[in-house]
């Protein structure tokens, strides 16, 4: 069978950050709370007039070609942002890339889930339709409130992923195992400006959720930790796999468990100076890892553990493709980090107080490459 995975990949994040010493004086707290306790140093924070739309628009670009766009029949947009309860931001998105017209747009919304549904819909499709292409996007702002308990796991940005045969990063297997469960660990109604968490029961299911596929994956696939070359997590902050992974390497070999621990290490590289994507900070990891990691090899098995409150969990493999570093962007992605602004508190709190109101005609200012330049009839435009 013709191998399907992640032909491309990058991620987008605003140019503005706080460091996390800052807002931890502000608001009366040890700073090793944030750095040690979360693991989180710099969070990204995003203007009014970024918002999903640019970040997905500005991730999928880099990685591009005309000929991609040709051959790109379906673009997925994954969040839990959404910038309308009707319309899908994935069709702005396909206008905005001049992707070809005979595609199909969608929005797919499970928290910090969808990413991953999205990209297991792509591979499904490039089995059936040899040639062509999917866009997967996940882009996300994740905000809880200034002075909440939230706050220093709040972020913004996007991770976009091309899906095709024969791919040139990571080859996806067919392992895949989900979990399903009814329960309210984080959510947000219908008109709510913040979710609601129960912070502790939200921990508590992630780690159960992490626990219950991998008895379950073993059981089926016969797969253990010494098969797998590095995991990758869901993180809605960067101590939160660890948590999970820790109780289950407890009877491990110590050479598995140090280089499992390791490359865990690796992986959060960039979500420490990020912060929280929602459904893109799984994907965010991968990145960090891959770009990294000089351990790595062509034929590593990689595991992937995605995760989204409400719940639902999902647990598979990919195979690191010859020649995959060459297919990287760390360059660039170290560079679009290292240039940001950081932002004195007063300045995040005046820019996260910023909202749009649709119900006034109004032009804006921005010199990213895409952003929202206009509110008019009620809805946004955008530049490009």
């Not at 928290?111 to 997967?136: E, F, N, S, W």
């Not at 990691?293 to 195979?319: A, C, H, R, W």
């Amino acid at each position: 069978m013709t191998p399907v995975g992640i032909d491309k990949i990058s991620f987008f994040v605003p140019e503005f950050y706080i460091d996390m010493t800052d807002l931890a004086l502000a608001r009366d707290v040890d700073p090793a709370k944030f750095h040690q306790g979360i693991g989180q140093d710099q969070m990204a924070v995003n203007p009014v007039t970024q918002d999903i739309i640019t970040f997905a628009t500005s991730a999928a670009q880099a990685i591009l070609t005309e000929q991609d766009k040709e051959l790109i029949d379906m673009v997925i947009l994954a969040t839990e942002t959404s910038t309308d309860e009707s319309k899908a931001g994935a069709i702005i998105i396909h206008g905005l890339l001049d992707i070809q017209p005979f595609a199909r747009s969608i929005e797919m919304k499970e928290a910090c889930y969808a990413g991953t549904a999205g990209i297991q819909m792509a591979k499904d499709y490039v089995r059936q339709h040899p040639y062509r292409k999917v866009l997967v996007i996940a882009s996300d702002i994740a905000k809880y409130g200034l002075g909440s308990a939230g706050e220093p796991t709040q972020g913004a940005g996007a991770v976009a992923m091309l899906i095709s045969e024969n791919p040139s990063i990571l080859e996806l297997n067919d392992d895949v195992l989900s979990f399903s469960q009814d329960v309210y660990d984080f959510w947000r109604p219908t008109g709510q400006p913040y979710p609601s968490v129960d912070g502790k029961f939200s921990n508590e299911t992630y780690i159960n959720t992490f626990a219950t596929l991998w008895d379950e994956y073993t059981s089926r696939t016969g797969r253990e930790f010494k098969d797998f070359s590095a995991l990758t997590f869901h993180t809605p902050y960067t101590k939160m796999g660890k948590k999970a992974l820790l109780p289950k390497l407890e009877n491990e070999d110590d050479l598995v468990q140090k280089q499992l621990l390791e490359q865990y290490e690796h992986s959060i590289t960039y979500s420490r100076r990020v912060g929280n994507l929602y459904t893109g900070s799984l994907y965010l990891g991968l990145i960090s890892l891959l770009e990294n990691s000089n351990q790595l090899k062509s034929g590593d098995l990689i595991g992937l553990f995605s995760y989204g409150s409400g719940t639902v969990g999902e647990f598979f493999s990919g195979t690191l493709v010859e020649g995959y570093e060459k297919s990287l962007r760390k360059v660039q992605h170290t560079a679009l980090l290292d240039k940001r602004k950081n932002l004195t508190i007063p300045e995040y709190e005046e820019m996260f107080n910023q909202i749009l109101d649709l119900s006034l005609n109004q032009t804006f200012d921005d010199s990213a490459s895409f952003s929202i330049s206009e509110i008019s009839n009620n809805h946004r435009i955008y530049k490009k």
